[in-house]
C-alpha cells in the first residue's frame, strides 16, 4: 500500500508557490509542546523538536511491535511546524528572537486519539527518560482563512516575505488577524543540518480576516 504523504495529498497547504495565496486550513491533529526564548539558542527548543520527532515516530512505528493503533495506515511522518508570537506584538519582531514564545508541532494522522496520545507518551518516557514527556499536548487547532507563501533563503530573510504577504491582504480586501489563538505560523520542509541557508524552503501563513 502506498503511504499517505500529506504534503503531496495536501499540496495547497504544503506546497504554495513564491507567490501569496489565501487558503482555508481545516481542522488538524497534532503533537505540540509550548515554549518560550530564542530557538537558536534555547535548550528547551531543541528538547521540544526531540520529543516531538519521539513521538510521532513511535505512533508511525508501532507497527513493528503489533501496538498499532485500530484504523492505522502507511503515512510519511508531516514536517515540523512552529506557531510564534510575541507579547504586545502585532505578528513578530526578529529582532527580539528572544522574546518569542512558540508552539512546535507535528500533524498527526486521523487515527491518533488520546489513547494513542497517552501510549506514546508512555513508550516515550520508558525509552527516552531524560525528554519531560509531560510538556507534549495533543491539539486540535483550526486555523481558518490564511494568506500564505513559500519563503526560500534564511530564516532572517522571511521579514521581505512576510512583507509581500502583508501587501497581499491589503489587496485582497483582508486584514491580518493576530488575535487569541492566531499566530505567525511556519512550516519547515527543509533540514537546516543538511540544507544551504539559501535553499530553505519554509511556508510561511499569516491569519487574515476579511476587512470590515
Known amino acids: 500500500m502506498e503511504k499517505l504523504d500529506y504534503k503531496k495529498q495536501f499540496k495547497e497547504l504544503y506546497m504554495p508557490s513564491s507567490k501569496p495565496v489565501a487558503v482555508d486550513v481545516p481542522e488538524m491533529i497534532f503533537f505540540a509542546v509550548k515554549g518560550s526564548g530564542d530557538p537558536n539558542t534555547s535548550d528547551d527548543y531543541k528538547d521540544a523538536l526531540e520529543l516531538l520527532y519521539a ?18 495506515f502507511e503515512y ?6 512552529g506557531l510564534w508570537y510575541q507579547e504586545g506584538t502585532e505578528g513578530i519582531d526578529y529582532s527580539r528572537k528572544e522574546d518569542f514564545k512558540w508552539i512546535s508541532m507535528i500533524r498527526q494522522p486521523e487515527f491518533v486519539t488520546e489513547e494513542v496520545f497517552e501510549n506514546a507518551r508512555a ?26 507563501l513559500m519563503h526560500t533563503g534564511p ?6 516575505s512576510i512583507e509581500k504577504l502583508r501587501r497581499f491582504a491589503e489587496d485582497m480586501g483582508f486584514k491580518e488577524d ?4 492566531r499566530y505567525h505560523h511556519e512550516i519547515y520542509l527543509s533540514d537546516p543540518r543538511k540544507c544551504a541557508p539559501e535553499r530553505l524552503k519554509t511556508v510561511i501563513r499569516h491569519p487574515v480576516k476579511i476587512k470590515v
Not at 57 to 70: A, E, I, L
Not at 76 to 81: D, M, Y
Open 55 to 72: 513521538m510521532s515516530f513511535t505512533v508511525k512505528m508501532s507497527k513493528m511491535n503489533g501496538t498499532q493503533p485500530r484504523g492505522y
Open 76 to 81: 510519511v511522518v508531516p514536517p515540523l511546524e
Open 123 to 148: 513508550a516515550v518516557q520508558k525509552k527516552k527518560p531524560h525528554l519531560d514527556t509531560s510538556k507534549v499536548q495533543l491539539m486540535k487547532w483550526s486555523e481558518g482563512l490564511c494568506v500564505q
Open 155 to 160: 530564516y532572517d530573510d522571511e521579514p521581505a
Open 178 to 181: 493576530f488575535s487569541q489563538g
